[in-house]
């Protein structure tokens, strides 16, 4: 089993030589299309943008507590939830021995049926986040850390609720370009994870929050390069692998809780 500290070892799959080709090629692609993006973009292009500029982010924080008592029902079966290097072996190092962990309700702008069913109400306030990409419950081990890496594309930025956070939150914080915040219960913060970040929980507490993507608000030439080239993402191995592990371990989560479930029945008889 992998150390939390050792190095991880590269997937075999992310040497073909076409994954290698299109990868490469496609980050220099994507930061010339970042600086069209910052043209184009209605809100600040900063590291970190003030919720306030997106009014559907306030139900978030006026449902939270809900939320989090979802979540604390899925977290029952934590040990059926995938680490993220499960699901995208990309994330290989990042995410590691299974301390990052993602229950995954929208994988690409589509929503997992199965998981959405087991958090009724967070999928439906997801539902009206305008053009969402992907959402999941970010469930991060004490003592873990995330180290700096970038995201793919400035035509999307990402939320963070708090849900479950440690006591000692100011230890548990994440870092965006040369800013950092510490996550709170009920707060919603908005990120552009385009700018280097990365994350610390040096507490012995685990931390969960609901994190999602959404289309950045931008002019039509910049949604209309954005739409194509999310489109074109869908043909290479960067979508395909994680759909099909997302349907995977979606359905290995529906077994393990029907288990659960048939063997409450058999208590109660």
Same mark, same amino acid.
């Given at each position: 089993?992998?150390?939390?500290?050792?190095?991880?070892?590269?997937?075999?799959?992310?040497?073909?030589?076409?994954?290698?080709?299109?990868?490469?090629?496609?980050?220099?692609?994507?930061?010339?299309? %970042?600086?069209?993006?910052? @043209?184009?973009?209605?809100?600040?292009?900063? $590291?970190? *943008?003030?919720? !306030?500029? &997106?009014?559907? =982010?306030?139900?978030?924080?006026?449902?939270?507590?809900?939320?989090?008592?979802?979540?604390?029902?899925?977290?029952?079966?934590?040990?059926?939830?995938?680490?993220?290097?499960?699901?995208?072996?990309?994330?290989?190092?990042?995410?590691?021995?299974?301390?990052?962990?993602?229950?995954?309700?929208?994988?690409?702008?589509?929503?997992?049926?199965?998981?959405? %069913?087991?958090?009724?109400? @967070?999928?439906?306030?997801?539902?009206?986040? $305008?053009? *969402?990409?992907? !959402?999941? &419950?970010?469930? =991060?081990?004490?003592?873990?850390?995330?180290?700096?890496?970038?995201?793919?594309?400035?035509?999307?930025?990402?939320?963070?609720?708090?849900?479950?956070?440690?006591?000692?939150?100011?230890?548990?914080?994440?870092?965006?370009?040369?800013?950092?915040?510490?996550?709170?219960?009920?707060?919603?913060?908005?990120?552009?994870?385009?700018?280097?970040?990365?994350?610390?929980?040096?507490?012995?507490?685990?931390?969960?929050?609901?994190?999602?993507?959404?289309?950045?608000?931008?002019?039509?030439?910049?949604?209309?390069?954005?739409?194509?080239?999310?489109?074109?993402?869908?043909?290479?191995?960067?979508?395909?692998?994680?759909?099909?592990?997302?349907?995977?371990?979606?359905?290995?989560?529906?077994?393990?809780?029907?288990?659960?479930?048939?063997?409450?029945?058999?208590?109660?008889?």
């Amino acid at each position: 089993m992998t150390s939390v500290n050792d190095t991880p070892e590269k997937p075999k799959t992310l040497n073909r030589p076409l994954r290698k080709f299109v990868k490469r090629n496609g980050k220099k692609l994507m930061r010339r299309v %970042a600086r069209f993006q910052s @043209t184009q973009s209605l809100v600040p292009d900063t $590291p970190f *943008i003030d919720a !306030a500029l &997106f009014p559907f =982010l306030a139900e978030f924080e006026q449902k939270w507590q809900v939320m989090r008592d979802e979540v604390r029902e899925i977290l029952k079966f934590s040990d059926d939830i995938p680490g993220f290097e499960e699901l995208s072996p990309d994330q290989y190092r990042i995410a590691k021995a299974r301390q990052w962990k993602t229950f995954v309700l929208y994988g690409f702008g589509v929503p997992l049926a199965g998981n959405c %069913a087991k958090a009724p109400v @967070t999928a439906e306030i997801l539902s009206r986040v $305008p053009d *969402i990409q992907t !959402a999941w &419950f970010s469930i =991060l081990a004490p003592g873990y850390h995330i180290p700096a890496h970038t995201g793919v594309t400035k035509g999307i930025l990402r939320a963070h609720l708090g849900l479950l956070i440690p006591q000692e939150r100011e230890k548990c914080r994440i870092r965006v370009d040369d800013q950092v915040r510490a996550w709170q219960a009920g707060k919603v913060i908005v990120l552009d994870d385009t700018y280097e970040h990365e994350v610390w929980n040096d507490t012995d507490e685990e931390r969960v929050i609901l994190l999602f993507d959404f289309d950045r608000p931008m002019g039509w030439r910049g949604r209309f390069l954005n739409r194509l080239m999310l489109r074109l993402m869908k043909f290479t191995a960067f979508y395909q692998e994680p759909k099909k592990n997302l349907a995977d371990f979606e359905a290995r989560f529906e077994a393990a809780t029907r288990r659960a479930d048939q063997n409450l029945e058999k208590l109660s008889d």
